[in-house]
């Protein structure tokens, strides 16, 4: 395994980690990439999985059922990683947040936990959660959070017909709700200001550290003495954050692995292979 960058970078079958980290693949929304994980799942082992929020999207789920095989597939998969030995931690986010009730408690061999203090294998302590407490919008109106979440349905139908087009010129993959996201002031203010209170509850806690999800917006970035990050999503950018063994932390981008792997082989290599 090779890591460029502080990102993974191979195409390896079998990737091994000591933790990994995955939040807000919203199973049960038709824009989850459930295939992609599925294909992560069978290809990254580790012995502890966090699993950080908002995994089935009840929101969703609420306005109307749609659950195809490839999200059934998926917690399938993730109950066999329990039955051989993986210890999975899961935290309820915003929209599995009815789970938060259950909290204490194992089902079929998963923790469910409001948060958890993850000790590296450096011996640094993370503070692991969701990250919507310190969400004002979703925490004081709730009705604006689900009207942004609409708007945000919104953003990701029209990436269908733009990127449709965008392949006709030639042109890569552009995400419209990436794009609002991250150039709208008051969006980049909101990411700063959620990043900055989580970096406060850590200090609080004791950690050195925290691990969220929430904003679907990975980051891996020192926040003055506190390191934060973030796992990003499954529904648009397919990122995860992965501890080796040694403690050292890391965001796993998994479409620039799969694509990697779907690459054509240069014409000189064949030829040696031929060979």
């Known amino acids: 395994m090779s890591i460029a960058e ?56 609420k306005r109307g059922p749609y659950w195809p095989q490839s999200h059934n597939d998926v917690l399938q998969k993730i109950l066999r990683k329990v039955r051989k030995g993986t210890r999975v931690v899961f935290i309820p986010g915003n929209h599995d947040d009815g789970l938060r009730d259950y909290c204490g408690m194992n089902f079929g061999g998963i923790e469910v936990r409001r948060d958890e203090i993850h000790e590296a294998a450096n011996g640094k302590r993370y503070l692991v959660l969701h990250g919507d407490e310190f969400d004002v919008v979703v925490r004081y109106a709730r009705w604006l959070a689900f009207l942004g979440d609409r708007s945000y349905d919104v953003a990701l139908a029209l990436n269908i017909p733009l990127n ?64 934060y990050l973030n796992c990003g999503d499954w529904v648009e950018s397919c990122t995860a954050i992965g501890e080796r063994f040694d403690g050292v932390f890391e965001i796993i981008r998994w479409k620039e692995i799969m694509a990697a792997r779907s690459a054509p082989v240069p014409a000189q290599r064949q030829l040696v292979h031929a060979a």
């Open 6 to 61: 502080g990102h993974v970078t191979t195409t390896d079958a079998d990737i091994q980690y000591r933790t990994v980290f995955i939040s807000d693949i919203h199973l049960g929304m038709r824009n989850a990439q459930a295939p992609a994980l599925l294909d992560f799942l069978k290809s990254v082992e580790s012995e502890t999985l966090y699993l950080v929020g908002d995994i089935v999207d009840f929101w969703k789920v």
């Open 164 to 227: 449709f087009c965008r392949r006709m010129f030639g042109l890569g993959h552009w995400s419209l709700a990436n794009f609002l996201k991250l150039k709208v002031k008051g969006a980049v203010n909101f990411i700063g200001e959620f990043e900055d209170a989580l970096s406060h509850e850590a200090r609080r806690r004791e950690a050195e550290g925290l691990i969220c999800g929430h904003i679907h917006h990975a980051n891996d970035r020192m926040i003055d003495d506190i390191h």
